[in-house]
């Protein structure tokens, strides 16, 4: 149930701006910066014995994305059998990038099932398998994204999830998507929920090769914006 109520506000005309201060031991400062763009904003200081790190993220809201998008047709045709299903199911009734967005939300949410077991993780692969990883879901929806022109590009970082007050940093991957007017956004195809809770790491360094970490949480707070 919380995680459909997070679906849906996910997608409302209301945007939830969420704000999440931590402290991280993390021994490596190089692999974390300061990061932005429509709707992450990341402030990394260095603090004695690890990073201070502020985290400020806005749901995606329907109207902020309600612009048509096109089909490109060379690119859905040079797709795998599998991967132009996906599209067929996941774009039906669309009529904008937000329907769409949402149409592949949805279709993750009921043909992919989690699994950290070694798969291949190719779009195709994960889409034959009907389950993934992190990496996985992002490979399936920016190989649906191509097919209606839309750039984007992997992002390797941490979800912070939170047990008792305590941050326990889980390697993950997600996507950046290149929208018209020079906005890019965040779009996390396995979590879908848009919050705070993303560490994004500097290029050049996978997750799983950062020694483990953990942390504690300073600070958050959470409003409704009707914009």
């Not at 201070?52 to 045709?77: I, P, Y």
Request: charge should be positive.
């Amino acid at each position: 149930m919380k995680a459909l109520l997070l679906f849906l506000l996910a997608w409302s005309p209301l945007s939830q701006e969420s704000r999440l201060e931590v402290f991280v031991t993390c021994r490596a400062p190089m692999l974390f910066s300061d990061f932005g763009n429509d709707n992450f904003r990341q402030a990394v200081r260095p603090v004695p014995g690890g990073l201070r790190v502020d985290l400020k993220s806005r749901t995606l809201r329907l109207r902020g994305l309600n612009h048509r998008f096109a089909v490109d047709a060379a690119v859905l045709a040079a797709q795998p059998g599998a991967v132009r299903q996906a599209f067929a199911q996941a774009s039906q009734g669309a009529l904008s990038l937000a329907d769409y967005l949402r149409g592949i939300s949805l279709f993750l949410r009921n043909r992919v099932a989690y699994d950290e077991a070694e798969l291949p993780q190719g779009a195709a692969e994960v889409l034959a398998q009907g389950k993934g990883h992190c990496i996985g879901y992002a490979n399936v929806a920016q190989a649906l994204l191509a097919c209606v022109g839309v750039s984007s590009r992997q992002v390797n970082g941490f979800f912070l999830r939170e047990v008792r007050g305590r941050i326990e940093p889980v390697p993950h991957r997600w996507l950046e998507v290149f929208l018209p007017g020079n906005r890019r956004i965040f779009f996390d195809p396995q979590y879908q929920d848009f919050s705070s809770r993303y560490l994004v790491a500097n290029a050049g360094f996978p997750p799983e090769t950062i020694e483990r970490f953990d942390g504690v949480v300073v600070g958050r707070s959470k409003k409704i914006l009707d914009e």
